[in-house]
T-cell receptor, first 115, second 109 residues
Framework: DAGVIQSPRHEVTEMGQEVTLRCKPI?????LFWYRQTMMRGLELLIY????????DSGMPEDRFSAKMPNASFSTLKIQPSEPRDSAVYFC?????????????FGPGTRLTVT | AQRVTQPEKLLSVFKGAPVELKCNYS??????LFWYVQYSRQRLQLLLR??SRESIKGFTADLNKGETSFHLKKPFAQEEDSAMYYC???????????FGTGTKLQVIP
């Protein structure tokens, strides 16, 4: 298994543009997480899904952010419109949740720069 | 609400010296705590979890509920230990994870 796959690895865009980040979790995992990493705030959980259903999106900064998981093998995080303060590394992680806590497997991240 | 605090952004130690990365948490329930590590150009990965009471790569961490701490320790630092370390707390039935801001460990040869 290639692990969690994220695309693109790097994204540079201008303020006001729409940005879509993509994630393919590990096959068989039933939980998916989106995180944002910045120097100031470290790793922040934005949203997570269990069996494709959003469970907690309280970490999503504002309405400009949205996330979907149309099926078990794909998720997107969209920012519209983007702003310079959205510049960060965005990580996707997946795990197999069957009642207890199981290790989260992280993707390589997408480095987003909004100018 | 739960919170994880890692007071040091950067910790520099000499090779062979002891290492202690500090982590304090606040949580009203019974916590599950973890340490994750990110080596240069690698993915974030699980290092150890408190319920396992294990030692990984020479690192150990003991949960101290009285002091609400989960410090990561290693008696003799190695150069390959240089990395970013994150303390994390898991709560809720769906694995909500709260990470600290991370500590960069730099082992000086």
């Amino acid at each position: 298994d290639a692990g969690v796959i994220q695309s693109p690895r790097h994204e540079v865009t201008e303020m006001g543009q729409e940005v879509t980040l993509r994630c393919k979790p590990i096959s068989g995992h039933n939980s998916l997480f989106w995180y944002r990493q910045t120097m100031m705030r470290g790793l922040e959980l934005l949203i997570y899904f269990n069996n494709n259903v959003p469970i907690d999106d309280s970490g999503m900064p504002e309405d400009r952010f949205s996330a979907k998981m149309p099926n078990a093998s794909f998720s997107t995080l969209k920012i519209q419109p983007s702003e310079p303060r959205d510049s960060a590394v965005y990580f996707c992680a997946s795990s197999l949740a069957t009642g207890g806590y199981y290790e989260q497997y992280f993707g390589p991240g997408t480095r987003l720069t909004v100018t | 609400a739960q919170r994880v605090t890692q007071p040091e952004k950067l910790l520099s130690v000499f090779k062979g010296a002891p290492v202690e990365l500090k982590c304090n948490y606040s949580y009203s329930g019974s916590p599950e705590l973890f340490w994750y590590v990110q080596y240069s150009r690698q993915r974030l990965q699980l290092l150890l979890r408190h319920i396992s009471r294990e030692s990984i790569k020479g690192f150990t961490a003991d949960l101290n509920k009285g002091e609400t701490s989960f410090h990561l320790k290693k008696p003799f630092a190695q150069e390959e230990d240089s990395a970013m370390y994150y303390c994390a707390l898991v709560s809720g039935g769906y694995q909500k994870v709260t990470f600290g801001t991370g500590t960069k460990l730099q082992v000086i040869p």
